[in-house]
């Protein structure tokens, strides 16, 4: 409810809040909560993470490779078969020839350190073109990854007997519930997709699990676990998810309790649980709406001092984009400049080990400079002025995607179905079969949707933000049928809704930057400074070309840079492509 209050002899509303109120700014704009690990060293990395390319590097694919063998381990525990990949997948295909027996039976023979170990086989075989690119090898990978599942399984094997007897919530005035067999209203579920536009967050749980009124998440590290754990990044993220199901748990359910556990810790992965109260769900809030208030502005926060920026790993970065959008550049000591911290490598964020409280700032007593930016990057008044062009032009284009993706929850059902964005009364014909870390399923059903093959879509039973939900692909439509890939099972799916991710709008915005990379002649050429050069050799003309279709052909054999045809349909296009070839 709102208040009327006199302010300068005019009356005003305002709301009246209290200790649990939260104030959200742009809702509609959902933040991923990976989002605030890299506001808690600076908010400036928030934006030029989205416009700085990184590539698929080995600990990234060692990450992953754990990922996936722990999460399916713990799928495997699950005794209620839901979800349950092992099981299913017995159900499906049926149990090997020699009669192995069934999941239970063969991972009674299997260690747990076994078992992820057959789930690493299936999941290098998933990553063989990403381990290419990033040209490492696989005997490399399984040596890297070996300390990480050993560290796992130990874990594991003192945890299994408790994994589904989990505490009641950290609230004190909540009484434990009574013990006895629960694994029937277990449910495991890897990578679960939530969305809570009441608070302009998104998120993906590592692995979520509940049980009868309680729900516990759990996130795993599989960096580098040295200093004091858990260090602040991961604490935001968890934070983060803590906000994201405090939004979406039912109010019979008590508080989820939440782990995060570090892989990287010799001998045993270390387990800290993370509690969340009102404040620290506040601060969430608080950083979200510091790094939308810079989103929507495209100008952000002032920098964090010449102690932060010495130190940050993606100086360069920053002095850079600060030097063609003219934001204000960070600053840097004198006497810290020449030092060379360990952690100026590729890794595109600050270490999180630093102890916030442990800096102190001096700058009183110490020269403060101002970094200039590379002479490999133009800083004249025409490449600002290009590169802020389309900077602009990108945030509107930006801005459209976040009102079309906020229609998935501002519009009905209906309104979505009517526009050809959804699709429902779904119905699964057959079981789920195993693909790609992940699950093909195939739906009959009445198409009158635009949906296409290729689009990401969200399935779910019924309600893509308040009911069941998970990300997949479509793989096949038609009139009556429809086949998806999805990241994991849900019950009951009846719902598909296309869901227009900013991924392509991000790699836009990194291909951006990468521009100012190129060579000088290609930035003048794009930039219409100077025109494209040709050849003055003659070219034989057809006399069944038109002129257009001939000129078209010469130059294309005369260019040294571009060229550029256009035509209606009809025109002959082709026939000049292929005469171009021969």
Not at 96 to 119: F, N
Not at 185 to 205: D, K, S
Not at 353 to 360: A, K, L, R, T
């Amino acid at each position: 409810p709102f208040v009327t209050v006199e302010y300068k002899g005019r009356s005003r509303n305002c709301y009246k809040g209290n200790s649990y109120t939260l104030a959200i700014l742009e809702p509609d704009i959902l933040l991923n909560i990976t989002d605030l690990n890299q506001a808690q060293y600076c908010s400036r990395q928030y934006l030029l993470n989205r416009m700085i390319p990184s590539g698929t590097s080995a600990a990234t694919i060692r990450g992953n490779l754990v990922h996936h063998s722990f999460k399916e381990l713990l799928k495997e525990h699950d005794q209620g078969k839901f979800n349950s990949r092992q099981a299913q997948e017995d159900d499906i295909i049926g149990s090997p020839a020699g009669g192995d027996g069934t999941a239970g039976e063969r991972e009674a023979k299997e260690t747990p350190l076994e078992a992820m170990q057959r789930h690493l086989e299936q999941a290098l075989k998933l990553n063989s073109i990403e381990m290419a690119l990033a040209s490492v090898s696989i005997a490399t990978l399984r040596e890297e990854v070996a300390p990480h599942l050993e560290s796992l399984a130990h874990w594991y094997e003192s945890e299994r007997n408790t994994l589904w007897d989990m505490p009641g919530a950290y609230s004190p005035d909540e009484q434990s519930e009574s013990g006895g067999e629960q694994s029937s209203g277990n449910q495991v579920r890897a990578e679960t997709f939530l969305l809570a536009p009441e608070i302009g967050l998104r998120g993906r749980l590592d692995l979520f699990w509940q049980q009868s009124g309680r729900q516990r998440l759990l996130e795993l590290k599989t960096g580098g676990a040295s200093g004091d754990l858990p260090k602040q990044s991961h604490r935001w993220q968890v934070n983060g998810y803590h906000a994201l199901l405090a939004v979406r748990r039912d109010s019979k359910m008590k508080k989820a309790l939440a782990t995060l556990l570090y892989s990287g810790t010799p001998g045993r992965a270390q387990a800290i649980g993370i509690p969340a109260t009102i404040r620290d769900l506040q601060r969430v809030n608080e950083t979200r709406n510091i790094l939308i208030l810079n989103r929507i502005t495209s100008i952000p926060s002032a920098p964090p001092g010449p102690s932060r920026c010495t130190k940050c790993a993606m100086l360069e970065q920053c002095q850079t984009i600060s030097s063609l959008l003219q934001w204000q550049p960070p600053q840097i000591d004198a006497q810290t400049e020449q030092m060379n911290p360990a952690w100026h490598d590729d890794v595109a964020a600050p270490p999180a080990e630093i102890d916030e409280g442990s800096e102190v700032e001096q700058a009183d007593t110490q020269q403060i400079i101002t970094l200039a930016t590379p002479k490999s990057l133009s800083t004249d008044r025409q490449e600002r002025e290009f590169f802020e062009k389309y900077y602009k032009l990108l945030q509107i284009e930006g801005r459209a995607g976040e009102q079309q993706q906020a229609l998935l929850w501002v519009t009905p059902v209906e309104e979505r179905i009517e526009r050809g964005t959804a699709l429902r009364g779904l119905e699964l014909q057959g079981k789920p079969s195993i693909e790609n870390d992940g699950w093909n399923l195939i739906f009959h059903c009445n198409n009158t949707s635009e949906l296409r093959e290729g689009d990401e879509i969200l399935l779910s039973n019924g309600n893509p933000v308040t009911g069941e939900v998970v990300s997949g692909t479509i793989i096949a439509i038609s009139p009556e049928s429809l086949t998806i890939w999805a990241r994991e099972l849900i019950a009951h799916p009846t719902l598909i809704d296309r869901y227009d991710n900013e991924l392509v709008h991000v790699r836009t915005l990194q291909n951006l930057f990468r521009w100012q990379s190129a060579p000088a002649h290609l930035r003048d050429l794009v930039a219409g400074r100077i025109r494209p050069r040709f050849r003055g050799e003659a070219v034989n003309w057809r006399s069944d070309f038109n002129n257009e279709q001939n000129l078209a052909v010469e130059r294309a054999l005369q260019m040294q840079d571009y060229l550029l045809i256009h035509g209606p349909p009809g025109t002959g296009k082709s026939s000049v492509i292929a005469e171009i070839v021969k």
